[in-house]
């Protein structure tokens, strides 16, 4: 039977949740016509033996690359290699799909052909297990289950790995080229592709159901000091991506990038308002000038309160950083 869809799924010590994460998918109904790839990246722990036992029950769906650790962007390079579906998501084991939305998606990418599908998702709260709809797609009154032009995508739309579902050519046009050994790729995995992208379409139900708010979380502020180096990384290779490509990119999607990149950037100042290390200073000071030399426009950053407090240090050359460190900190902001 022809494979309509490749799930691509990150496991790290995942004993404690992949079942949850595997149980979902074969839920759907539709396991026949998925192709789950579960990239077990130098687990420690029990992950490559279960996932072995899924194997065995579901050797037709459901295969494994054991790996040495190589973090998240490894395993969606190895998955892409051996992508045999027609289409191809990333799923991370810690979360999960709304199975009966599952095969409605399945069920769609069957019977169409498109290069890019963009669903809602949910924010599953790690503490309580409520539940937020997220609808992160400014649609500008363009209907669900039509395709468009790629033009047409919202300039407001911004793209979040949950929301997206690729044409697995789209993916194998891009290549192996997220970086290795570092977090925060997902939103590599969310601009470089639209460099191929033709066409699109919305569809109005969650599949994704994303787990929030638990602390080791990559998106843990605590997690994001720690890291804030691989998250720089990130940045700077997006920033690459867009000065090399901008002209090859209809103006919409050079927005829409633009708009995701700013995020990223107003995240890593985030970072450096967070910390009360005596190099944060400094920190802030060199990403500054970098990021004005690199684009000036993003440099500029995204409107808000936030950013007003980053303008005002920036005039001042930061003579007023720890106190401002100190008054953003107990506000929580």
Same mark, same amino acid.
Not at 120 to 144: C, F, G, I, T, W
Not at 206 to 234: A, D, F, P, W
Not at 324 to 331: H, Y
């Given at each position: 039977?022809?494979?309509i869809? $490749?799930?691509?799924? %990150?496991?790290y ?5 992949i079942?949850r994460?595997l149980?979902?998918l074969?839920n759907?109904?539709?396991l ?9 990246? *130098?687990?420690?722990?029990? $992950?490559?033996?279960?996932v ?8 037709d769906s459901? /295969? ?6 190589? *973090? /998240?962007g490894?395993? !969606?390079?190895s998955?892409?290699k051996?992508a045999e ?8 084991s810690?979360d999960w799909v709304?199975? =009966?939305?599952?095969? @409605?998606l399945v ?5 169409n ?8 998702? /949910?924010e599953?709260?790690y503490?309580?297990?409520s539940?937020k @709809? ?6 500008n ?10 033009k047409?995508l919202s ?9 997206? $579902?690729?044409k697995t050519?789209?993916?194998k046009?891009? *290549?192996s !080229?997220?970086?290795?050994?570092c ?6 995995y969310?601009?470089f ?15 994704? &159901?994303?787990l929030?708010g638990?602390q $080791? &979380?990559?998106m ?9 180096e &691989? /998250?720089?990384?990130v !940045? ?7 000065n090399?490509?901008?002209s090859k990119?209809?103006i919409?999607?050079?927005?829409i ?9 107003y &995240?890593?100042?985030?970072?450096y308002?967070s910390m009360?290390?005596?190099?944060a200073?400094?920190?802030?000071? @060199?990403?500054?000038?970098?990021l004005k030399? %690199? ?10 309160r936030?950013m007003k407090i980053? =303008?005002? #240090?920036?005039?001042? #050359? ?5 106190l ?6 107990k506000?929580?902001?």
């Amino acid at each position: 039977m022809e494979k309509i869809l $490749t799930i691509s799924i %990150a496991a790290y010590n995942a004993e404690s949740d992949i079942s949850r994460c595997l149980d979902s998918l074969i839920n759907s109904g539709v396991l026949e016509k998925l192709d789950v790839v579960v990239v077990n990246d *130098g687990s420690k722990d029990q $992950t490559s033996k279960i996932v072995k036992e899924y194997v065995e029950k579901y050797k037709d769906s459901i /295969h494994m690359i054991d790996k040495e650790n190589g *973090g /998240h962007g490894s395993t !969606i390079n190895s998955s892409i290699k051996v992508a045999e579906g027609k289409y191809y998501k990333i799923l991370d084991s810690d979360d999960w799909v709304d199975s =009966n939305n599952l095969a @409605k998606l399945v069920c769609y990418l069957e019977a169409n052909n498109v290069d890019l599908v963009l669903n809602p998702y /949910h924010e599953v709260a790690y503490s309580d297990h409520s539940v937020k @709809k997220m609808v992160e797609m400014e649609r500008n009154q363009l209907e669900y289950e039509i395709k468009y032009d790629i033009k047409k995508l919202s300039e407001k739309c911004v793209l979040f790995m949950h929301s997206l $579902t690729f044409k697995t050519d789209v993916i194998k046009k891009m *290549g192996s !080229i997220i970086d290795e050994h570092c977090f925060y790729v997902d939103m590599e995995y969310s601009i470089f592709p639209m460099l191929y992208v033709r066409d699109f379409v919305y569809l109005d139900y969650s599949v994704y &159901q994303y787990l929030l708010g638990s602390q $080791t &979380q990559s998106m843990n502020i605590q997690n994001m000091i720690k890291r804030r180096e &691989q /998250h720089l990384k990130v !940045i700077k290779r997006l920033i690459e991506f867009y000065n090399n490509n901008e002209s090859k990119l209809c103006i919409n999607l050079r927005n829409i990038i633009r708009l995701r990149i700013k995020y990223a950037v107003y &995240q890593q100042y985030k970072i450096y308002f967070s910390m009360s290390e005596k190099n944060a200073l400094l920190e802030v000071k @060199k990403f500054d000038s970098w990021l004005k030399k %690199a684009n000036l426009d993003l440099y500029s950053g995204v409107s808000g309160r936030f950013m007003k407090i980053i =303008n005002l #240090n920036r005039k001042t #050359n930061y003579a007023f950083f720890t106190l401002t460190v100190k008054i953003l900190n107990k506000a929580n902001i």
